[in-house]
């Protein structure tokens, strides 16, 4: 794991160490790790076909991540979900569950494999989806960009707790970093959850995505409006809507949509904008 800082210098930056000897103790968690149903009352009548699907060693790392969640969020604002199973079904599912529409775009419009690509997740808050994609990809590169110190704690407390290997956390904001030769168009996948409208989503998200790469946004059941008032934003980025995909999810409405945008052209170096100035004046 790396931690690659913004414009504040590291003595600015809250130790884990601090939030951690403040943190309330938690009990175990009893999510259940070797996905037999039938050993473990705790999610065995629970919908997870994606999490089931994982291996030991994932679904123990997903167990680990759960615990340090739901500890961490009794001192921090890090997700309204505050049950064990309502964490596995609505953060930990649905992030599962954006990617399979995701694969099928990348392998026909994008690339030959799906086995080692570069991802950043920006506003990634607690880690979702970047750590849980971490986690059921582990080839992956995954890049975590958040730009709230206290948040980036966490990630740092939870990959190195976890033990991941393939994760980066970026604290800066993307307006910032999408200027920034190191990460500008570096990426294969740049997505993002529960961040922004698709306005602003399209400046911060699309300057970070090589070109022919893709830029992936998970919104909620109906965001047809939302999606058509971005196509030109998309298109100032050098990208074309693909796809909108429903997909299950335990969210309210039963389902979710991933936006599937494909990055035709380089995005003109004037974008991103200066930091919030995209929220401010959208596109």
């Known amino acids: 794991m790396s931690v690659v800082l913004g414009a504040r210098s590291l003595s600015s930056v809250l130790s884990v160490g601090h939030f951690i000897k403040h943190l309330p103790s938690l009990k175990k968690s009893a999510i259940c790790t070797t996905g037999k149903a039938s050993g473990c009352s705790q999610y065995g009548s629970l919908k997870l076909p994606l999490f089931r699907a994982l291996d030991h060693s994932q679904k123990g790392k997903i167990h680990l991540y759960v615990d340090s969640l739901l500890q961490w969020n009794q001192k ?129 998200c699309l300057p970070l995505v090589r070109v022919g790469g893709l830029f992936v946004a998970a919104k909620g059941h109906d965001p047809h409006e939302e999606v058509m008032n971005a196509e030109k934003a998309i298109h100032l980025m050098g990208g074309s809507l693909m796809k909108t995909c429903p997909v299950e999810s335990h969210s309210q409405y039963g389902r979710r949509t ?26």
């Open 76 to 204: 921090m604002n890090l997700t309204a979900v505050e049950e064990e199973n309502n964490v596995l079904e609505r953060h930990i599912e649905d992030s599962l569950a954006v990617m399979e529409p995701v694969q099928s775009y990348y392998l026909s419009h994008c690339g030959t494999s799906f086995d080692d690509l570069s991802v950043v997740d920006v506003g990634s808050g607690a880690g979702l989806p970047g750590l849980i994609l971490a986690i059921a990809y582990p080839g992956w590169k995954i890049t975590l960009l958040e730009s709230m110190n206290k948040r980036c704690v966490f990630l740092e407390h939870v990959v190195s707790h976890i033990g991941l290997q393939n994760v980066q956390i970026v604290r800066d904001r993307a307006e910032n970093v999408g200027q920034i030769d190191e990460f500008r168009e570096r990426f294969d996948v740049a997505i993002a959850r529960a961040v922004a409208d698709m306005r602003v989503l399209a400046e911060y």
């Open 258 to 283: 991933a936006v599937i945008c494909r990055k035709d052209n380089h995005t003109p170096r004037k974008y991103p904008r200066t930091p919030g100035t995209p929220s401010k004046l959208p596109l």
